[in-house]
């Protein structure tokens, strides 16, 4: 489970970002074409939040839908996989959404 390695960096990062200070709230932004799963880094943030600056901070998720541009005609689709037809039916597609994994936010006491 790799989510418990971006976990790990995420709160390292935002204990350094906080210098100290209490965190109230942490949002991220997650791509649904990340390969990352929400559920695994909530699961995970309360285990590696324990005896930081972190403990007991609210994790709020926000993901990120796919969103991809067609190289044939420069429509733009939504998708859930790394590729996909476009309605032109042209499988050439850039991808320009839905790979993010951001911190977006940090709340301090």
Known sequence: MHELGITQNIVAIVTEQAQGAKVQ??????GKLSGVLPQAIEFCFDICTQNTVLVGAKLEIREITGLARCRQCGAEIAIDKPFGVCGCGSVQLDLIA???LK???IELE
């Open 103 to 105: 911190i977006k936010q």
């Open 25 to 30: 709230l942490v949002v991220l932004e997650i």
């Open 98 to 100: 839905g790979q993010e």
